[in-house]
């Protein structure tokens, strides 16, 4: 079993900056994927960014140039950075973990709003 607590959303104004953590109860050495997700109103949860146990990393089109997935293992803590932040990046951002078995693990989310 894995839990996850994501953590650092908040309102901010476009432009701004926010940094997302999530923090994993087991080490993410064991894991073989993270990532992050986020889900707006009246939409489908969607993709944001993943990270591999190899620190292999992919986005979202989106999202590239304006976020950073990075992960710490010494801290079981994945991050998301986000710049440049848009209104339309207003959602629940949940935390993702995928084990070896291929268990799928999700945090209860972290609310994010981008005022214009």
């Known amino acids: 079993q894995v839990q996850l607590v994501e953590s650092g959303g908040g309102l901010v104004q476009a432009g701004g900056s926010l940094r997302l953590s999530c923090a994993a109860s087991?080490?993410?050495?064991?894991?073989?994927?993270m990532g992050w997700y986020r889900q707006a109103p009246g939409k489908q949860r969607e993709l944001v960014a993943t990270i591999t146990r190899s620190f292999m990393t992919n986005y979202a089109d989106s999202m590239k140039g304006r976020f950073t997935i990075s992960r710490d293992n010494t801290k079981n803590t994945v991050y998301l950075q986000m710049d440049s932040l848009k209104p339309e990046d207003t959602a629940v951002y949940y935390c993702?973990?995928?084990?070896?078995?291929?268990?799928?693990?999700w945090g209860q989310g972290t609310q994010v709003t981008v005022s214009s």
């Open positions: 993702n973990a995928i084990t070896p078995r291929g268990s799928n693990y």
């Open positions: 087991v080490s993410i050495c064991s894991i073989n994927v």
